[in-house]
């Protein structure tokens, strides 16, 4: 079973959801976290990803977002997030549920995106709630109603992730008939629960396959962008036929 199978099952699917991880961005230049070159081969992701971290190292905190942020600004969605917003264009995808939260998905056209980690390029304050520009928090300024914290509206270790967005991408992937996860090492709870939640078809596409034990119906090794791009020439050559 190749490339062509997955094209096949989507075309007979009434609803396809697809759940990405970093490996999606890494061609876009952005790190992913558990790789050879991800960010937490480097830094203790407790000491600067989490709400002790916050709370107790506020300018570490501060400094390790601001740095991700301007590294998004030299960087932008790669062939493979195109893709992925053509296919919801030609109504062949309902959903994707995504843990990235560089917004790459939204920018390349997809509409229908559940954040399940929130997104780095909003700001909130830590006291009080309410939303700040971002150039407050990359300019180091409290809040301007109570003088608080500011920080990304990204889910943090030790946060709850946003009921929403958990609850839109659950119900999805439990009625999909086919559930695509892509560039994801699954190691992080509770993300790593809603493959086992398809009752359809589950598909991995990812550059390590070695560590996943779920009972996926389709493996696929490979680039995020190889791969889908590859799926998409099978997709338009039998719609053509
Ligand atoms: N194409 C396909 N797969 C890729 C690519 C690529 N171009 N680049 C990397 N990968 C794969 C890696 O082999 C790895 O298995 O993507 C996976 C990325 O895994 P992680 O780095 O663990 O990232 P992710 O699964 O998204 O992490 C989940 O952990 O730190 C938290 O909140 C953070 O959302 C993140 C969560």
């Given at each position: 079973m190749t490339t062509s199978t997955l094209a096949k099952w989507m075309l007979q699917s009434?609803?396809?959801?697809?759940?990405?991880?970093?490996?999606?961005?890494?061609e876009s230049g952005i790190p992913d976290?558990?790789?050879?070159?991800?960010?937490?081969?480097?830094?203790?992701?407790?000491t600067v990803a989490s709400?002790?971290?916050?709370?107790?190292n506020y300018e570490l905190f501060r400094e390790f977002y601001q740095m991700r942020i301007l590294s998004l600004t030299n960087c932008e969605p790669h062939s493979g997030h195109e893709i992925l917003a053509n296919w919801e264009a030609r109504g062949l995808l309902t959903l994707i549920a995504t843990q990235n939260v560089d917004r790459f998905h939204q920018q390349a056209g997809n509409g229908a995106?559940?954040?399940?980690?929130?997104?780095i390029v909003t700001i909130r304050c830590q006291t009080c709630g309410k939303a700040l520009p971002l150039g407050h928090f990359m300019d180091n300024a409290v809040c301007t109603y109570c003088?608080?914290?500011?920080?990304?509206?990204?889910?943090?270790f030790g946060e709850a992730l946003p009921q929403q967005a958990w609850n839109r991408s659950l119900?999805?992937?439990q009625n999909a008939d086919v559930v695509i996860v892509i560039g994801t090492s699954l190691e992080v709870y509770p993300v790593n629960q809603l493959p086992a939640m398809c009752q359809g078809r589950l598909v991995y596409i990812n550059l390590d396959v070695s560590g996943n034990s779920r009972n996926f119906d389709l493996i696929l090794q490979g680039t995020a962008g190889g791969v889908l791009a590859e799926i998409d020439?099978?997709?338009?050559?039998?719609?053509?036929?």
């Open positions: 009434n609803s396809t959801v697809i759940l990405t991880g970093a490996g999606m961005s890494t976290f558990r790789s050879r070159t991800g960010w937490w081969k480097n830094i203790d992701p407790r709400v002790e971290s916050l709370q107790q995106v559940a954040e399940l980690h929130g997104n003088n608080g914290k500011l920080r990304p509206n990204v889910v943090l119900h999805a992937i020439k099978y997709l338009r050559e039998l719609i053509a036929e």
